[in-house]
């Protein structure tokens, strides 16, 4: 199992840009896919990017597409989603969440593949 978590959340005005970081312990972290999803009030919790074991593959929810960037740093068991021009939709609590099947084929978009939560960080954007 992995333990995680978020951190970064907050209130941002529209347009503006956030990091959230999502601190791991558990000796799996290195070798799980790790996803970020949200979830917006009255709204099903929804994938938002993920990023391979090695950091070398992500995926990306067509909301956030080109305009956010999934990372990990393995050394420093965290993983990182940055996230620029902001926008009303984007408010919602962030989770950090680990896919720890094995990693040899696609990121996976699907919450019940993730089995480690984190408590999530709430990121209000404003007008």
């Known amino acids: 199992q992995v333990q995680l978590v978020e951190s970064g959340g907050g209130l941002v005005q529209a347009g503006g840009s956030l990091r959230l970081s999502c601190a791991a312990s558990?000796?799996?972290?290195?070798?799980?896919?790790m996803g970020w999803f949200r979830q917006a009030p009255g709204k099903e919790r929804a994938f938002v990017a993920a990023v391979s074991w090695s950091g070398g593959r992500t995926a990306y929810a067509d909301s956030v597409a080109g305009r956010s960037t999934v990372s990990r740093d393995n050394a420093k068991n965290t993983v990182y989603l940055q996230m620029s021009s902001l926008n009303l939709e984007d408010t919602a609590v962030y989770y950090c969440?680990?896919?720890?099947?094995?990693?040899?084929?696609?990121?996976?978009?699907?919450?019940?593949?993730?089995?480690?939560w984190g408590q999530g960080t709430q990121v209000t954007v404003s007008s």
């Open positions: 969440a680990a896919d720890l099947r094995s990693h040899s084929g696609p990121i996976s978009r699907l919450s019940g593949d993730y089995l480690s």
């Open positions: 558990g000796r799996t972290f290195r070798s799980a896919t």
